[in-house]
């Protein structure tokens, strides 16, 4: 892996062990499943997976699902990292948001798709990783921190676009108030019974409207507006 010292993203060395496996994630996984965007397929077509999981877990690091990152939690699975980047539609211009940093896997797909991203962790262990994580890929538009981000983050608002990987009893309020105008929230919620709806919240002439994008499965937002510890 290269940096490339004179931009914000970095270049990616192709021919890695995993370029076999990460095209036919692309193609199979995330083409074939109507993902048109073209900036999160290219985006996605580059980022190394397998430097996300542990050792153990690098040769799974391109199958179609969720994969374990330690202390109870799971890196999404890639249709669904892809789903809800395209969701935000993100142009590169925009400040974003993201609560549940996990691997960072995710949150350097943003940083490539977008200005800037503010993101929060739960879990020190987890944060301090990704943190390194960022450092190596030479990302320098990530500003992370450790703690509940379902406060979300009151200092660095309003976002124009909202990323919760982790599922939420109910849309917490503190969200959409930390939302610009015409800005965009992709936010996993509960609907009762163990299911959970992937929901698209757009704020717009102050109103908010929301889209159901389907059926999803992600770990708990744990925090004041979320499910106990
Ligand atoms: N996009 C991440 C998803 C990780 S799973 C990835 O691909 O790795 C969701 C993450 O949300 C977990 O790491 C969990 O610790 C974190 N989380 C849960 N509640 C949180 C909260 N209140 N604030 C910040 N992070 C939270």
Redesign the pocket.
Known sequence: MLINANKMTPVFDDNDTYAVARKRMISEQIISRHISDKRVIDIMSRVPRHE?VDDALKDQAYTDGPLS?G?G????QPFI?ALMTETLLLSGAEKVL??????????LILAMAARQVYT????KS?GLKARTRFKKFGLKNIVMRI????LGWAEAAPFDRILI??AAPQVPDIFVKQLSEGGIMVIPVSTGSGHQDLLRITRKNNSVFTENLGACH??????RH?YQA
């Open positions: 996300f990152i202390e939690q799971t890196i999404s990292v993201e609560i549940g940093t996990g691997c960072g896997y995710q949150t929060i962790e739960r879990i987890l703690g509940d981000g379902s990987a982790c992600f770990v708990k937002l744990v925090g979320g």
